[in-house]
């Protein structure tokens, strides 16, 4: 006896075909999602590559700070975006993490020379807001700078507990350099911004430590700069029989001598944070001089180009402090108190 659930065997073949037809587009779906993983994996491989042998270096070599500003913080949202499909480019996190850095801290400096302006002015309510607005940037600038400090223990260790990494080229070991700044900036910016981001207290010592993984003639004196620089500001940090003041001018002499003048800016900085500002001028002075006398080393354009920057940001603030507006274009490295330059005196009855 036929049951009655059987199905007319034309009524099946649809349905087995409807089957078909759901399976092999999942496969196809599933096909697609393959194939498009394979393609962003490999182009996140060749733009982490590309930006590694070509972006960094290209842009070391110009010394359009601008241009270099808004590129890192246009373009490392796309770049770090990879790492969702590929690993993660810790190595370029830090570069752009510390440009980017730098570009709100510069927003931080330019609200904080308005304070200074309208304070003069006796207008305490734009002074305020000036000073708000300082601070939110220099929280900005914490976070990016404690962001590249984080990719930087990614890819090469903690420094606090791991031994030295072994460098496969010059660009690994700018690179730690530039992480182990981003430390040490991160704290800086944390304490300018009165904001709790979350950078250890005792990031600027750990770095300090692990500048000894860097060779310090080769890296014009910086890495000993930043050891300095450290000591002079945290209480205690000095080794005995070590002087930071005699560490900082023995790494501006190697700085100036290959034309990359990063060291001036440590040593401005510990020299205003001991509030020892004859030694602040002196520095700007010899940083203004330096420039004038040898180009920027080929290839590192961009960091010389840095430090003038910084010398420049900070020879602003005491200008603008002491006159109501920032160092005279061509002036850096004078002062508003200068002596008037002695003119040669003309004999004028020689002339007749």
Known sequence: MKKT???????RWPRFRIWLVALAGGFSLSGCGVVNHMIYKTTGDVMQGFSKEHTVPYLLQTGDLAMACAMSESVQPLLMSFGRVTTDPDQLAVMMSLQ????????????????????R????????DAIIRQKRYYALAAERYFKGWRHFKAYYGDPETEECPDFDEDLDEFIYLAGLLSGLQALNAE??????????????SVAA???????NEKWWGAPMGLRATVWAMIPGAQPEGEDAFERLDASDALGEAAGVRISHVFHVIAAWNKGDMERVRAVIRRHAEAIEKRPPADGWVLVDQLAT?????????????????????????????DEAPTGEVIDLDSLL
């Open 5 to 11: 659930t059987d199905i007319p065997r034309a009524r």
């Open 100 to 119: 980017a850095g730098g570009c709100a801290e510069d927003r931080g400096r330019e609200a904080e020379l308005q304070s200074i302006a309208a304070l």
């Open 121 to 128: 002015a006796r207008n305490p309510e734009e002074a305020e």
């Open 191 to 204: 304490i300018q911004s009165t904001a709790p981001i979350g950078v250890p207290k005792n990031v600027g």
């Open 209 to 215: 430590r692990a500048t000894s993984c860097l060779d």
């Open 309 to 337: 920057h910084n010398i420049l940001a900070i020879s602003d603030k005491l200008w603008m402090e002491n006159t109501g507006h920032r160092t005279p274009m061509g002036g850096l490295g004078t002062f508003w108190d």
